[in-house]
Each structure stands twice: as C-alpha cells, then as structure tokens.
C-alpha cells in the first residue's frame, strides 16, 4: 500500500511551465551538495558514520506563530503551540538565508501559524528569490488582499499552496474552522487574473486539500473545482492527527485506507533514519532549528543558526538516534510516514 501524504497533480500543462523554473535554481555547488547528502543517508542506512560534511537542501522558514483560523487538529489553530505568538523578523529570515543559501536550492515560507499575516513576509520572499531560491509559501488564502497579490507576483514568488479541502462552504468549515471559502476562493481567482494580465507565470497556484472522510468524496471533482477557479495544480494531503482517540480517528480519517496515516490498530513504527533530516533546515520563528515538520511542537530544538546549529552535536545526536538500532527512536518519528 502507497501512503499518500502529498501528490502535486497538473491541471494542465503545468510541468512544462514550471520544470524550468526549478532549473534556474541549479548550481554545481548545489548538485554536489545532494550528491554527497545521499551518500551520507547510504552510509548512515548501513550503520557507518556519515563521512561528508553536507548542507541543508530546502530551508524552511516559519514566518508566523499565529493564525486567523482554528482548524481543529492544529497546534496553531487550537492554541496549544508551545511558543510564543510572534512572527520571525526579517533579521533573523536573512541570518538563515545567508547561512544556508549557497547549497539550498528551495525556500519553504511555512510551518505552523498563516505567513502572510507576517508584515515582512514579502521582504523575505524576495531575499530568497534575490538568493536564487525556489520559493514556495503555503496560505490559508484569508490575506490574497489587491497588494499582497502584487508582491506575489512582483517578487517572483514560484509556488503558491492555497489550503482549500473540500468544493462547498459546508465541507471547507468542518475543518477551516472560521474561514472563508468564498474569501479564499475571490483571492485566488484575483491572482489568476493578475497573472493573465501582467503575462506572468508565477507563482503556480496550487490548490491542496486534506483527504478526510468528508473531503473524499469530494476528489473526483477537485480538479475541476481548482481550474475554474485559477489553479495550475492541485494536492492531495493525508491529515496528520494530534488526537488519536478512536472517536476522533473514526470522526476524520477517510476510508480509502491509502490516504490514512494512522488506523486504531496501527503501531508505532519502527525507524532506522530518513533523508529528511539530512536535507532540510527548518527553523521556527525565533530562529530555532528543529529537525523536521512533524516535530509540530518545536519539542527538539537542534539551537539557532548563531551557533551554527545544522553542524552542532545537538543535531549529530538527533541524527545518531534515528539512525541506529541501539538507540529508541525520537518520539516525533513514531508515527511519521518518511522513510
Ligand atoms: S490555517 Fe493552517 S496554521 Fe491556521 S489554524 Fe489552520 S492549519 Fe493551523
Ligand atoms: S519525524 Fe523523524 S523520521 Fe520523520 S522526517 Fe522527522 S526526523 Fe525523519
């Protein structure tokens, strides 16, 4: 069984359109540097060290710490993230971006809390893309406002994911709890339409949906839903569950059981190592690198990049953990679909 955790489907010619964009982004630095990241997961995987001295292949930028929605299974949405409510200042976006930009070659403006409510995220935005960086931010959709919408395409930004899951205000509400479909959905068309205008072919708009057992039956007509409404792709998502009670399992899990993560019965899952750690730098709003998206609640912080934290022994010893069978797994790993 294929695990679905998140598959870009093409409205229409969309790859031919954005293949090139991504290319513009290589460097032979950069190439080596994937080179040598997967000999060193090859190496860890047959339990020897891992020899090379490899860099961050995507950075990830949390901009924001808060939300204007209260999506149910969210630590942002719900209030339980465990950090403060802020949104990271452009000072420590450029420390990151300069630490990290001559191997990288993608820049994630995302993690937890709504991006673009920070009011420097369009700086940031274009440092990265001033950095050569394929940039993709990940919206809720509430702040497609007339100006932001410039800046999105002013500033180049490749890749814009619309969280939309589901075609009608009913099923869009049972998780975007105080959000707007037709909000999202005027935004969006907006944009399309300032792209027509101004001839431009970023960003691609990228409309995601969560595949829950209200969404499901839904699939079949997303794709026609995200091109009338100015999408170039769309994306389907297994949800990532916080409370796994079997009343909240049965309330939300879907039934095609390849877009379930977890079933009532399902174990935790032994690891012996992932690429992601490898490849991705992923740091909160206060600067502090954790090792991946799944560790939501920013519970290992790996230090901040003053202290050069992607080449720290606290990084080293997350790595050693998750890699060797000696060692019990870091928690955050027990249920993640990353291999
Ligand atoms: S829109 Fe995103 S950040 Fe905001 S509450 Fe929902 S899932 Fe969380
Ligand atoms: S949770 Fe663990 S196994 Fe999964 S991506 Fe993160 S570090 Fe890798």
């Given at each position: 069984?294929?695990?679905?955790?998140?598959n870009?489907?093409?409205?229409?010619m969309?790859?031919?359109?954005?293949?090139?964009?991504?290319?513009?982004?290589?460097?032979?630095?950069?190439?080596?540097?994937?080179f040598?990241?997967?000999?060193?997961?090859?190496?860890?995987r047959?339990?020897?060290?891992?020899?090379?001295?490899?860099h961050?292949i995507?950075?990830?930028?949390?901009?924001s710490?808060?939300?204007?929605?209260?999506?149910?299974?969210?630590?942002?949405?719900?209030?339980?993230?465990?950090?403060?409510?802020?949104?990271?200042?452009p000072?420590?976006?450029?420390?990151?971006?300069?630490?990290?930009?001559?191997?990288?070659?993608?820049?994630?403006?995302?993690?937890?809390?709504?991006?673009?409510?920070?009011?420097?995220?369009?700086?940031?935005?274009?440092?990265?893309?001033?950095?050569?960086?394929?940039?993709?931010?990940?919206?809720n959709?509430?702040?497609?406002?007339?100006?932001?919408?410039?800046?999105l395409?002013?500033?180049?930004?490749?890749?814009l994911?619309?969280?939309?899951?589901?075609?009608?205000s009913?099923?869009?509400?049972?998780?975007?709890?105080?959000?707007?479909?037709?909000?999202?959905?005027?935004?969006?068309?907006?944009?399309?339409?300032?792209?027509?205008?101004?001839?431009?072919?970023?960003?691609?708009?990228?409309?995601?949906?969560?595949?829950?057992?209200?969404?499901e039956?839904?699939?079949?007509?997303?794709?026609?839903?995200?091109?009338?409404?100015?999408?170039d792709?769309?994306?389907?998502?297994?949800?990532?569950?916080y409370?796994?009670?079997?009343?909240?399992?049965?309330f939300?899990?879907?039934?095609?059981?390849?877009?379930?993560?977890?079933?009532?019965?399902?174990r935790?899952?032994?690891?012996?190592?992932?690429?992601?750690?490898?490849?991705v730098?992923?740091?909160?709003?206060?600067?502090?690198?954790?090792?991946?998206?799944?560790d939501?609640a920013?519970?290992?912080?790996?230090?901040?990049?003053?202290?050069?934290?992607?080449?720290g022994?606290?990084?080293?010893t997350?790595?050693?953990?998750?890699?060797s069978?000696?060692?019990a797994?870091?928690?955050?790993?027990?249920?993640?679909?990353?291999?």
């Amino acid at each position: 069984m294929i695990l679905v955790t998140g598959n870009y489907e093409p409205v229409g010619m969309t790859p031919f359109l954005y293949l090139p964009e991504m290319l513009k982004t290589i460097t032979l630095r950069r190439c080596a540097n994937v080179f040598f990241a997967f000999l060193n997961y090859i190496f860890l995987r047959l339990g020897l060290k891992a020899p090379f001295k490899t860099h961050a292949i995507t950075i990830s930028l949390e901009l924001s710490s808060v939300c204007n929605l209260n999506c149910p299974e969210c630590a942002c949405g719900t209030g339980k993230i465990n950090r403060q409510p802020q949104f990271m200042l452009p000072e420590t976006a450029t420390a990151i971006i300069k630490a990290h930009s001559r191997y990288a070659f993608i820049a994630q403006l995302f993690f937890q809390g709504e991006p673009m409510m920070n009011p420097h995220w369009a700086t940031i935005a274009n440092q990265c893309r001033a950095s050569k960086l394929f940039t993709i931010i990940n919206t809720n959709g509430h702040f497609l406002t007339d100006s932001n919408i410039v800046k999105l395409i002013k500033f180049d930004i490749n890749r814009l994911i619309v969280s939309i899951d589901g075609i009608d205000s009913a099923t869009y509400e049972k998780y975007r709890r105080g959000g707007s479909l037709e909000k999202v959905i005027s935004g969006a068309k907006k944009l399309a339409q300032q792209k027509k205008i101004y001839r431009k072919k970023n960003p691609e708009i990228v409309f995601q949906t969560l595949v829950n057992k209200h969404t499901e039956s839904q699939l079949n007509d997303y794709k026609s839903f995200a091109k009338k409404n100015g999408a170039d792709s769309v994306r389907k998502k297994s949800m990532q569950l916080y409370d796994r009670t079997p009343e909240n399992l049965i309330f939300w899990l879907p039934t095609n059981t390849q877009y379930q993560r977890y079933n009532s019965s399902k174990r935790p899952i032994r690891k012996t190592g992932c690429f992601r750690v490898l490849s991705v730098a992923l740091y909160t709003t206060n600067g502090a690198l954790i090792p991946c998206c799944f560790d939501k609640a920013a519970k290992f912080n790996l230090g901040n990049v003053e202290q050069n934290a992607w080449f720290g022994d606290t990084r080293k010893t997350f790595i050693q953990n998750l890699f060797s069978l000696k060692t019990a797994n870091p928690e955050i790993c027990n249920y993640c679909t990353e291999f």
